[in-house]
């Protein structure tokens, strides 16, 4: 041992560690440190010796350091003795370095005298894990951000996506409390929007105090987060200046708190705030990551809103094209179903319906098919609908004659957009009613007998809106008490199973057999039906529309 030791001296030794070795005597001073101080924190060696500790420290750890040192001289005990700490050192130069201290004892202090060495340091270069340890943090919150944004993909609306949005942030970022803010209709304040804590967090008297609270821009937590459109952190709220507004916060028990804004490009969909209640760092790359996080939700819940209002404008056009009620006929039962086709992509579907009573007492009943769907096709069905109002007091082929000379006229040389239709003239018999019924390329009425017999009624032509020389038939139907006639299109017979199986009319037929001697029954019987042949198919359904007349006396 004595020639490794006469080999490599421990000078030697300490030199060529990469880590900083200080040694300290029982006042505090240094007694040593190696020369890899120089490329740690920028000090020579020797202008280091004798010299206090606190010289490697920033001023503010100072007084904490000094009776510290002093109470483990007195009694040989120290909260930093035989563990690893990350602390700052303070660089020549005047800007700090975060190292990982490890702390040991040379002597106890009831041997070390004046000047022996009492303590022994190992300061190491903590950047490295400290910018991985940030790293790491946020790639869990960009993963954490992704996921409240798939969470809030599920969302039907933008309404339910906000509510949802609090509860997510919480969950994935875990922070204790999140509240959230929307300008008001004005656009020029921020209101109270919500609020949500983990459970065990009682938020009712900050709920309570928020309720009252509005911001402009630039004031509170909130406002400057919205002027500044970035992220804001108050990493220390008992001591956060009292204009940021964070007093019922602090009331509330919260340490740390951080706002960002939820932007759809320059425009502010709200402002979200984020606590905890323990003190935590609130680091530039998180910041960054929340700025982020609510770019991308903007966009999410400001399309979701598009998609809202887009919704809202398809369902006043699409009750628009059927009949908000069906009318009372006298011994009669009416009935209808409607739903729109084509998934999400078609927001106003092609199918119509209406019963419209004419001045003689005699109604006329209408249900069309147009070709297509969206906006254009919208068009086409209003046409139809209502050119047939118009001319409804003529008969039924004449009825649709009309309609046939519209589409022609409007379309002129745009797109084909034929139509079919079944419109059907009803009058009172001496028991129960007669029709006389034309149809235009559409699917044929199916009429249900007293005897429970269901057959196809009618004689097909051709489309409307193709051939302005086209020419319609018209039979006469007699519809005695206990019958059942029901108008449908053609979403009903073409609905196809995952195999592509359409219903077809025989099972249609089967149905409307089947069903009570009851129209609403008998729509019920048929959409149901309907519904289980779809069932997890994979074919796109097409409009579906189904109008049933029942006959009582």
């Given amino acids: 041992m004595s020639e490794i030791s006469s080999q490599f001296p421990a000078d030697a030794l300490l030199a060529a560690l990469p880590d900083t070795v200080v040694v300290a005597d029982a006042e505090g001073r240094i007694a040593y440190i190696s020369p890899s101080v120089r490329n740690l924190l920028g000090h020579e060696p020797a202008a280091l010796t004798g010299r206090p500790l606190q010289v490697l420290m920033p001023e503010r750890l100072r007084i904490g350091h000094n009776e510290g040192f002093s109470r483990f001289r007195a009694t040989g005990r120290g909260k930093l003795v035989g563990a690893t700490t990350q602390v700052p050192a303070l660089h020549a130069d005047g800007h700090e370095v975060p190292i990982d201290l490890t702390l040991s004892r040379l002597t106890s202090p009831a041997d070390a005298g004046s000047g022996d060495a009492l303590v022994v340091a190992v ?146 969909l709200g402002v979200c705030e984020l606590f905890t209640r323990q003190a935590r760092a609130v680091p530039p790359e998180l910041l960054d990551v929340l700025g982020s996080a609510g770019r991308q939700i903007g966009q999410f819940l400001g399309r979701l809103r598009a998609e809202s209002e887009v919704r809202e404008l398809a369902d006043t056009l699409q009750r628009s094209l059927l009949p908000s009620h069906l009318p009372a006929i006298p011994g009669v039962q009416l009935a209808a179903r409607y739903r729109a086709g084509g998934g999400d992509t078609a927001l106003v579907g092609g199918d119509t319906y209406d019963v419209m009573p004419l001045p003689d007492g005699r109604w006329m009943v209408l249900i069309a098919d147009v070709c297509g769907t969206g906006a254009e096709a919208a068009a086409v069905t209003a046409i139809t609908r209502h050119t047939a109002r118009a001319a409804a007091a003529g008969s039924p082929a004449e009825i649709l004659a009309a309609v046939n000379a519209a589409l022609l006229h409007e379309t002129g040389e745009g797109p084909l957009r034929f139509v079919t239709a079944c419109c059907l003239v009803l009058e009172p018999a001496d028991t129960g009613y007669r029709a006389r019924l034309s149809v235009a390329g559409h699917p044929l009425p ?92 994979r074919h796109e359904p097409d409009d579906l529309a189904v109008l049933a007349l029942t006959v009582t006396r």
């Fill in 123 to 268: 300061l190491r270069d903590a950047s490295a894990t400290i910018l991985l340890e940030r790293q790491f943090e946020v790639s869990r919150y960009l993963a954490a951000t992704m996921r409240v944004t798939a969470a809030l993909t599920e969302a039907p609306d933008a309404d339910v996506a906000f509510e949802r949005l609090l509860p997510h942030l919480c969950a994935e970022l875990d922070w204790d409390c999140a509240t959230l803010w929307q300008p008001d209709e004005t656009g020029r304040r921020l209101s109270y929007a919500g609020i949500w804590a983990v459970p065990g967090v009682d938020v009712a008297a900050l709920h309570t105090a928020k309720q009252s609270l509005t911001f402009t821009r630039g004031q509170g937590l909130p406002g400057l987060t919205w002027r500044r459109q970035a992220p804001v952190a108050l990493e220390d709220l008992p001591a956060a200046p009292a204009n940021l507004a964070a007093t019922a916060a602090r009331s509330a028990g919260f340490r740390t708190g951080v706002a960002f804004p939820v932007l759809r490009g320059d425009t502010l």
């Fill in 446 to 537: 199916v009429l249900r007998r007293p005897d429970g017999l269901a057959e196809e009624v009618g004689t097909v032509g051709r489309p409307l809106g193709i051939d302005a020389d086209v020419r319609f038939t018209e039979s006469d139907l007699a519809l005695p008490p206990g019958s059942t006639l029901v108008l449908y299109t053609d979403g009903v017979t073409e609905a196809r199973d995952d195999a592509g199986r359409q219903f077809g009319e025989d099972a249609l037929l089967r149905v409307v057999a089947g069903a009570p001697l009851d129209a609403e029954a008998t729509v019920a019987a048929v959409a149901a039906a309907v519904e289980h042949q779809l069932t997890g198919s």
